[in-house]
């Protein structure tokens, strides 16, 4: 599963891409037209407590893919290939400038977080109804030429996606069923994907929130989430060798935690995963799965052999377990809880799997 970071010209995205990965990127080349790609580790205090929990002698967190995209600039917008970039990736992560800086330009002449939030959606939704359009075109000669019911269904679907794009909204704001999305998956229809739109702010802006909460509302009803972050300063933590360092800027700064550290599971939403963990003396892992699956397909993330072999699954609730503090008390309240092939697996929760092969 992987995340795309798009944005205008100096918005602040490699600096950004450069934080979130570490030395787990490629390095870009002259030639800003390139894809770079890098992982990002998932940053969870939940993850942080159970190591520190059961001080395990292996620990290890779970990583998200990334994708820093060309920018979105005149040129790369009329050769049409930064647009097959996107449609490669699984969500959109959009980088907004938000700070002044008469040092750095703007491709605009100014800094307007609003406009280029309305340019960019309206490039992707263009290139989503430039391909409908020529789709259909292909389509109609197509069924001149031979019968096929396939055809006349994506046809259907298509025609019922056009007016969507045509109102300028996003394809994923529409109700489609599983065959309906079956059709075109193999399309690259952009504005079907999940969105993140990072404001990047100053420093001295970003404890104020209320450009973010007015952004926040202006977008609930494409289903845009935002999150605001101060590139430089969390550049400026990430480069501090210690976690006391860190910890001490952050509260210099009344900040909780890095946002970027709150970016990350912001991605693993959007891209329609949540977690579960496995703890023990061996071993603390965060598993990443689709939001909605079986305690058996959970076992399968782990292993296949567990789910194949699957018998049951025992389940602690993290936030149980913070209450009482340790396993035993735990299973002496009665919330140890034993579940079978059918059980939906929920976010947080702490897993031990029997199965028998």
Request: proline share 3%.
């Amino acid at each position: 599963m992987k995340v795309g970071i798009i944005g205008l010209p100096q918005a602040g995205k490699k600096t950004l891409f450069k934080i979130l990965t570490a030395s787990h990127g490629t390095e870009r080349t002259a030639d800003a037209r390139k894809t770079l790609v890098g992982s990002a580790e998932i940053k969870d205090p939940r993850f942080d407590i159970l190591v520190k929990m059961y001080a395990p002698r292996k620990q290890a967190r779970p990583k998200v893919d990334l994708s820093l995209l060309p920018t979105i600039e005149k040129e790369a917008i009329a050769e049409g290939n930064i647009f097959k970039d996107i449609a490669d990736v699984d969500a959109v992560c959009h980088v907004v400038r938000a700070f002044q800086d008469d040092s750095i330009y703007h491709v605009s002449g100014s800094v307007d977080p609003r406009r280029d939030i309305e340019s960019v959606n309206a490039e992707l939704i263009l290139n989503d109804m430039i391909f409908v359009e020529k789709r259909l075109e292909r389509i109609e000669k197509d069924i001149k030429k031979v019968q096929d019911k396939r055809l006349h269904q994506e046809k259907a679907l298509l025609e019922k996606l056009k007016p969507q794009l045509e109102k300028e909204l996003p394809l994923r704001l529409l109700e489609l069923s599983e065959e309906e999305k079956k059709i075109i998956a193999s399309y690259p229809f952009i504005t079907l994907k999940e969105m993140i739109v990072v404001l990047n702010s100053s420093e001295a802006d970003v404890q104020n929130e209320q450009l973010l909460h007015e952004l926040q509302e202006t977008y609930a009803p494409l289903n845009i989430d935002f999150i605001q972050v101060a590139v430089k300063v969390e550049a400026e933590i990430a480069g501090l060798e210690t976690e006391e360092e860190k910890s001490e800027f952050l509260q210099a700064l009344g900040i909780k935690e890095p946002a970027l550290d709150m970016l990350t599971r912001r991605c693993i939403t959007a891209l329609g995963l949540m977690s579960f963990f496995t703890v023990g003396e061996d071993e603390v892992r965060q598993w990443l799965i689709r939001a909605g699956s079986t305690a058996p397909e959970a076992a399968g993330a782990i292993h296949s052999d567990l789910q194949r072999g699957f018998i049951r699954a025992e389940v602690m609730k993290f936030d149980e377990l913070m209450e009482h503090k340790t396993e035993a008390q735990l299973k002496h309240a009665g919330r140890y809880y034993t579940k079978g092939k059918d059980y939906i697996v929920e976010d947080g929760d702490i897993l031990n799997i029997r199965f028998n092969v």
